[in-house]
């Protein structure tokens, strides 16, 4: 089983990449959405 899971994680290294970036993006675009109204 563990090899299977360390295989997946080689196959899929580039896309957990690029959904790591997705999701920083997403907390960035909460917390800017968040404080806007504190800056109007």
Known sequence: ???EIKSA???SR???F???LGVVA???MLFVG???PGLI
């Open 14 to 16: 580039d896309t957990l």
């Open 26 to 28: 997403l907390i960035v």
């Open 1 to 3: 089983m563990t090899q």
């Open 34 to 36: 968040l404080s806007l």
């Open 9 to 11: 994680f080689v196959r």
């Open 18 to 20: 690029v959904d790591a």
